[in-house]
């Protein structure tokens, strides 16, 4: 059953605490997305890879920070220094970087940082 | 600012209803443009895609969309609603020198009464 699998589904947090989204893929895809969904706001783009040890600063990139070690994961960090942390993350995949690919969504993980 | 616009924030419609959502967006050049749905529930799914060749593209579950460069817009139309087509819409946009980064609407929620 091939897709993008984000764990967990809910994650609450500690103000000044970094903490971790993991996002896992099984389509061989080579590039991976990562997006913050806030109500009104719609997507937005944090860090993306197109290949593997390799990866670019989205629109909102402050506070956050990626790896890209291995092809199938694409982990997040929420750090201490984003101040508005609390929001639903969506990580996606596509098979390249090509514009024309469309991007496969995961079922998100919602992060509350109290 | 450069932006995917959806005026339509939340529309209510009865089944068997037409449905035009609308999408705007400000970028120049070649541009790839999508439709996303996301049901109560679910991930966020493709529901069609224009990336060249006929203006006027077919999707899934009855959907379409027509693009007009002119305009630069890609409005989404369903001639017939049914309740299941209750979800969140999105627009996307990405452009062709840009690689396959993203840019989203804020989304418009459809609920459709039976």
């Known amino acids: 059953d091939g897709g993008i699998t984000q764990s967990p589904k809910y994650l609450f947090r500690k103000e000044g605490q970094n903490v971790t989204l993991s996002c896992e893929q099984n389509l061989n895809h080579d590039a991976m997305y990562w997006y913050r969904q806030d109500p009104g706001q719609g997507l937005r783009l944090i860090y993306y890879?197109?290949?593997?040890?390799?990866?670019q600063k989205g629109d909102i990139a402050e506070g956050y920070s990626v790896s890209r070690e291995k092809k199938e994961s694409f982990p997040l960090t929420v750090t201490s220094a984003q101040k508005n942390p609390t929001a639903f993350y969506l990580c996606?995949?596509?098979?390249?970087?090509?514009?024309?690919?469309?991007?496969?969504f995961g079922p998100g993980t919602r992060l509350t940082v109290l | 600012a450069q932006s995917v616009s959806q005026h339509n924030h939340h529309v209510i419609l009865s089944e068997a209803a037409s449905l035009e959502l609308g999408c705007n967006y400000s970028y120049g050049g070649t541009v790839n443009l999508f439709w996303y749905v996301q049901y109560p529930g679910q991930h966020l799914q493709l529901l069609l895609k224009y990336f060249s060749g006929d203006p006027l593209v077919k999707g899934i579950k009855g959907f379409e969309a027509e693009f007009i460069k002119s305009k630069f817009s890609f409005n989404l139309r369903k001639p017939s609603v049914q309740w299941s087509d209750t979800a969140e819409y999105f627009c996307?946009?990405?452009?062709?020198?840009?690689?396959?980064?993203?840019?989203f609407g804020t989304g418009t929620s459809l609920t459709v009464i039976p």
């Open positions: 890879s197109q290949i593997v040890n390799d990866f």
């Open positions: 996606a995949s596509s098979m390249d970087h090509r514009s024309y690919n469309e991007q496969f």
């Open positions: 996307a946009v990405n452009r062709d020198l840009f690689g396959n980064q993203f840019y």
